[in-house]
């Protein structure tokens, strides 16, 4: 994930200055986002911890996201993107998070989820996360990269506001 070398040095900076610890829950991006962060040397100081919740069942089994949650909303939800980013902070050391889910294609689309649609909630502890729907264009690999992208530039803002 060189491609996100610049954007993660900076974050890395930010999150040492703020004393911010992460961790971030992935489904579409499979661990890219805390790939991206580990390419940094030193990022052991600020980051703590990835899951990737790929399935429904790792939703719930490792983040805690109720099954509810899953059936009623989908895993491609604002509501899941919420208790994903709820369970990375209440299950790790970090003080705040970042969780995506979305469909990064080229199948799983659904009645008013197409291909590129993907929900990022970022959260700091003792706080309500913000979630954004994003609709992203391309291919798998490009759906994927501006996840990385758009999650790496939302935690460098998140912890700029501390």
């Known amino acids: 994930m ?18 911010a610890v992460i961790a971030t829950a ?17 990022s052991s100081e600020w980051f703590d911890r990835g899951f990737v919740t790929y ?8 983040l805690g996201v109720r099954h509810e949650t899953l059936a009623s909303f989908g895993a491609v939800s604002e ?3 919420k208790e994903m980013v709820a369970g990375a902070l209440a ?4 003080s705040v998070a970042v969780a995506v889910t979305g469909i990064a294609g ?8 197409p291909v590129g649609t993907v929900y990022i909630a970022w959260g700091r502890k003792g706080e309500n996360p913000i ?3 994003h609709q992203f264009n391309g291919d798998r690999q490009a759906v994927r990269e501006s ?8 935690l460098s803002r998140l912890i700029n506001e501390i």
């Open 91 to 94: 299950r790790s050391e970090a």
């Open 147 to 154: 996840t990385v992208k758009t999650a790496l530039e939302g």
């Open 55 to 62: 399935s429904n069942q790792s939703k719930e089994d490792l």
């Open 79 to 81: 509501q899941t993107a």
């Open 2 to 19: 060189e491609l996100f070398e610049n954007i993660a040095t900076q974050l890395g900076q930010i999150a040492l200055a703020k004393n």
């Open 131 to 133: 979630v954004e729907r």
């Open 26 to 42: 992935e489904s579409c991006t499979a661990g890219g986002i805390a790939c991206a962060i580990t390419q940094v040397a030193g």
């Open 106 to 113: 080229p199948g799983g689309a659904v009645p008013g989820k």
